[in-house]
Every structure is written in C-alpha cells, then in structure tokens.
C-alpha cells in the first residue's frame, strides 16, 4: 500500500480550478521533491494531504485512508509560513511540542538546536526570519512520524546552512519514513532525492524515479526543469 496517493483530484476555490487531475503515489522509505515554480499548485497538494483542505472531487489517501485525525499522527508538516506564538521561547515551543506530540523527541531537539547555532532561551520575537525557519525545521524533524512534509523548508537561509540542513533531513528521519519537500530551488536539493513530481499550473507534468530521468536524459533534475519550465 502507498503512503500517500491522489486519484484525480480537482481543487477549485469559487470558479478558479488551482488543481486539475492530480494523480500520483508516495511509496514508503523515499525523498519526493515536489517541483514547481511558485504558485503553481504545490501548497494546495500539500494542504490536501495534510487535511487543511478537502478535494473538489477525487480522493486522497493517507495510508489507505482519507486524512484526518489518524494521519495528522502520522505526519510531521512544516509549512511555508511560521505557525509558533513569537511571544515564547524555544525551551518553551519544546514543551509545547512534548504536550502535544507522544513521538517528540526532546534530546533529538536539543541537539539540533545545538548543531544549528540556536539558544533554548531565545525568545523567538528576536529571532531572524532564517532562525524561525531553523527552529520549525528541527520540530519537524524531531517528531518520530512516517511522513515529513517540508514546504519551501530552504527559502530564508543561507546556501551553507541549506547544506547542513538537508544533511540534517537525511540523517534524521526513520527507516521506512518518507519526506517531501516542495521547493522552486531544484539544484540545493537534487543529491537527496529519489523520485520527482513537477507540478505545472496545477497539473502534474512529469513523476519519475530521480536517477532514472537523469539516466533517459544525460541531465541534472536543475536543467531538466529549466527546460521543461523554459527558465
């Protein structure tokens, strides 16, 4: 059974159609990159499987079954906005995060804090935009879930830090979890991948096993989807 599946899936919001025909599988144990220029449909796929919408019509499945409160146990969401009360410190986000969640980690936290340069007692409205972003990437990554989900989780830092980060993604999810990251920047995140999913006005124009589309083409993902996207 797949981990995650659409089935022809529209999303319309009033008469505009923002999703058409969406199909694609997620099989347990892979790193998805979900490509696309911004505004194209990547955030609604990812508010579908995470339950923050309803399709319009087809079906989305989480282990077999609709999202809902099952799933949301068995997935670790990072969105593209910050979601924390900035009026909190980090030691408290982490008992938050120990209260809400059974499978946080709090030692694994504590020493990606560490890693990242960050202070448990920092308040997090004197935090930069790339701190916040940090922060929320090592709650993600904490959580002992079978699904990460990363929305843009490489935007507001550095391309050194982009690097730790994603070595800190691949050394830190379970065996048989998978991730998914949506992102415009193809080239920081092509070595982790194993399958691509490039989404197109909403539409999904191409879903392949990474090193196989390498392969057929003798291309990087990065210059197939400058092609594909006429960058």
Do not use: W
């Not at 979890?177 to 999913?197: F, G, K, M, Q």
């Amino acid at each position: 059974m797949s981990l995650v599946e659409f089935k022809n899936v529209y999303k319309s919001f009033d008469e505009k159609t923002v999703l058409k025909d969406v199909s694609f599988t997620i099989e347990k144990g892979k790193i998805v990159g979900l490509l696309g220029k911004n505004g194209m449909g990547k955030t609604t796929i990812i508010k579908l499987m995470n339950d923050l919408l309803t399709p319009t019509s087809g079906k989305v499945l989480v282990n077999g079954k609709k999202p809902g409160v099952e799933s949301k146990r068995s997935i670790s969401y990072l969105p593209e906005r910050t979601y924390l009360d900035k009026s909190m410190t980090v030691n408290q986000v982490f008992k938050y995060f120990m209260d809400f969640y059974d499978d946080f980690n709090l030692e694994k936290a504590k020493k990606l804090l560490i890693d990242l340069n960050l202070e448990i007692d920092a308040r997090l409205n004197k935090m930069s935009k790339g701190m916040l972003e940090k922060l929320q990437l090592i709650l993600v990554m904490s959580r002992d879930a079978e699904l990460y989900v990363l929305d843009e989780p490489l935007g507001g830092v550095d391309p050194a830090t982009r690097d730790y980060i994603l070595d800190t993604i691949l050394s830190n999810f379970n065996e048989g979890a998978s991730v998914i990251i949506s992102t415009h920047l193809i080239s920081d995140i092509e070595r982790i991948l194993d399958h691509v999913i490039f989404v197109d006005k909403g539409e999904i124009i191409l879903s392949s096993d990474a090193d196989e589309l390498r392969g057929e083409t003798n291309e990087s993902i990065d210059e197939i989807f400058r092609r594909m996207f006429k960058c």
